[in-house]
């Protein structure tokens, strides 16, 4: 029983000798007996078994156990954890993004860039949470839940505590100068000193490496604190520190028995694994279709949706989950391409963006199109929605009105904005310029304006040619920034999803205009600065805390980095 598996081969048996010659063409005598190695074999079957149907079928299962949990605290948000989370519901009230890979064994992380601060405060405020996430066969959690999330709650425990401490000795000061009044000194530091600031890992996380986490949590906790992220919101609303909680399809749960979520003495972070665990293969049937089981389908969606997006499953999940194995893959392909034609004639994939005629086509015109050099636009797309109160935008606003009412983010009061094309079209009107991250259609013919700038930033992964797109693009956008932001207008900075592009775009400008304080300075204070990481990470920061959605590749971060590194004299002056 010593062999070794991965060695063993299978080979088609060679024509007997005893069965006399054999005369063969001369191209199939040259040829090897064909192998067929145990690794072959399992791709083999997983390729089979991992059809469009059966993912999607999955999907749907998983999410009826998704919805049981949901039902039971009905008054808790719904959160998905990006992106495989978002797949299990219709119903989402909000978005997270927590990655696996921050709480591998032996790479625990905590990260500045994904801080979730709106999700900390959605909870505080509304009671608690339920994030949605799922993972492959094997395992009944991802590490994202795991791990990544508990570290999450215990350092911004320890940091609230640190605040509180820091608040109560600063009170404690006034008041001794004024009169000695410690009342409400002495109650500040009485909740300092019950708020748990634990480690909470579930119990097949090994008492070794619970340790071993706990020796980065004071590091992380400073990282934080250097990072310039504003927990004051959190502070004032947050009542009970946060605790995570896990439930999987192997959860007992005595319905009679379950406690409502305001009697724990914690904010509950109830992480839901919305695939089943078991390591067999599970061959279901229904009254019409037999079909394969597949833990974690949600994930990858690029190696199997085929372009469907999980609002587009949901929209016609009846239809495709009755359509069976042999009629899905076409009924797709019919959706995907019914939608892109329906986006294509609204101007949502050729950026078709009306901004105020009546006065960027009079004198402001006249007066700033001479010495410009870049080629600007004016949109052909007309019944926009009024957004007036942008600025005063919660950051704790679900899914639905992040994405669909309102899928631009006010940058604080610094006049910029970010979002995603396809859906500012339709909402953005107290716009006065529009800078895109992308190519638009070759058929629309746009007039030359200082308040439309078009970048061709082309994302390819495959070529080497667009690999410094961002880069040589980011001279223009921050020039066209500082243009009209000199003029006092608003400018909406918007990219194919409003998550990588226009968020390294608003970066570049924010780092290279703007002071720490998002205070605009025409680039005093960059002239005078020695860019870091660390620097563009605290810009980052302060991004995310408006632009929840936020998502820019590390690749990106980079081309940013060397944008703001190199010679002063390149940027505009």
Not at 15 to 43: N, V
Not at 104 to 113: A, D, E, L, R, V
Not at 114 to 126: F, G, K, P, Y
Not at 185 to 199: E, G, P, R, Y
Request: glycine share 4%; hydrophobic share 35%.
């Amino acid at each position: 029983m010593g062999a070794h598996i991965h060695s063993i081969q299978y080979k088609f048996p060679a024509p007997s000798i005893a069965q006399g010659p054999r005369y063969l063409p001369f191209a199939m005598a040259e040829q090897e007996p064909e192998t067929l190695t145990i690794y072959k074999a399992c791709r083999t079957i997983k390729k089979r078994n991992n059809t469009l149907y059966n993912s999607l079928r999955s999907i749907y299962e998983d999410s009826l156990f998704v919805n049981e949990i949901a039902s039971i605290w009905p008054e808790v948000p719904l959160v998905a954890n990006l992106r495989c989370g978002l797949w299990y519901s219709q119903r989402f009230d909000a978005t997270c993004y927590f990655k696996s890979t921050d709480g591998h064994t032996g790479n625990w992380s905590f990260s500045t860039s994904r801080l979730n601060l709106h999700l900390a405060e959605l909870a505080a405020q509304r009671g608690g949470c339920i994030i949605v996430d799922s993972t492959r066969r094997g395992k009944r959690f991802p590490d994202s839940m795991s791990k990544t999330i508990p570290i999450w709650t215990c350092v911004l425990n320890r940091a609230i505590k640190y605040y509180f401490k820091d608040r109560s000795k600063h009170n404690m000061i006034e008041e001794q100068v004024s009169n000695n009044c410690l009342g409400g000194a002495t109650d500040m530091k009485d909740v300092s000193q019950d708020w748990d600031c634990s480690l909470h890992l579930p119990l097949w996380v090994s008492k070794t490496e619970k340790a071993a986490i706990e020796n980065y949590l004071d590091e992380w906790m400073k990282l934080l604190e250097a990072s310039g992220a504003d927990l004051t919101p959190l502070v004032n609303s947050l009542e009970k520190p946060l605790r995570p909680l896990w439930i999987s399809q192997r959860t007992v749960i005595w319905l009679n028995e379950v406690p409502d979520y305001d009697s724990w003495n914690f904010t509950p972070i109830i992480l839901v694994s919305a695939s089943c665990s078991m390591d067999r293969i599970q061959q279901k049937c229904s009254s019409e279709y037999s079909w394969h089981y597949i833990a974690g389908a949600g994930d990858d969606e690029e190696s199997w949706a085929r372009g469907l997006t999980p609002s587009l499953f949901w929209r016609y999940s009846f239809d495709l989950i009755h359509s069976g194995p042999d009629m899905c893959n076409q009924k797709v392909a019919d959706i995907v391409e019914k939608d892109r034609v329906y986006r294509t004639q609204r101007g949502a994939t050729t950026v078709q963006v009306k901004l105020k005629p009546q006065k960027l086509l009079t004198s402001d015109i006249e007066s700033t199109n001479a010495g410009g050099s870049n080629s600007y636009s004016q949109d052909n797309c007309e019944n926009l929605k009024k957004h007036d109160n942008c600025e005063n935008l919660k950051i704790h606003a679900s899914l639905k009105s992040s994405r669909r009412d309102c899928p631009f983010y006010w940058l604080g009061s610094t006049n910029l904005a970010v979002g995603a094309a396809d859906q500012a079209v339709n909402a953005v009107k107290d716009v006065d310029c529009l800078l895109i991250c992308g190519s638009i259609s070759e058929s629309l013919s746009l007039p030359s304006t200082d308040a439309y700038l078009c970048l061709p930033i082309v994302v390819c992964k495959n070529s080497k040619m667009d690999r410094f797109s961002l880069l040589s693009n980011l001279p223009s956008a921050v020039k066209f920034a500082q243009l009209n932001l000199n003029r006092g207008k608003r400018i909406l900075v918007c990219c194919d999803n409003g998550e990588d592009i226009s968020v390294c775009v608003c970066l570049a400008i924010l780092t290279s205009l703007f002071d720490e304080r998002g205070v605009y300075n025409d680039g005093e204070a960059f002239k005078q600065m020695c860019i870091t990481k660390w620097e563009m990470r605290r810009r980052l920061v302060y991004i995310c805390k408006f632009a929840i959605n936020a998502r820019p590749s590390r690749g990106n971060l980079k081309q940013v980095y060397s944008f703001l590194s190199q010679d002063k004299t390149c940027l505009p002056p």
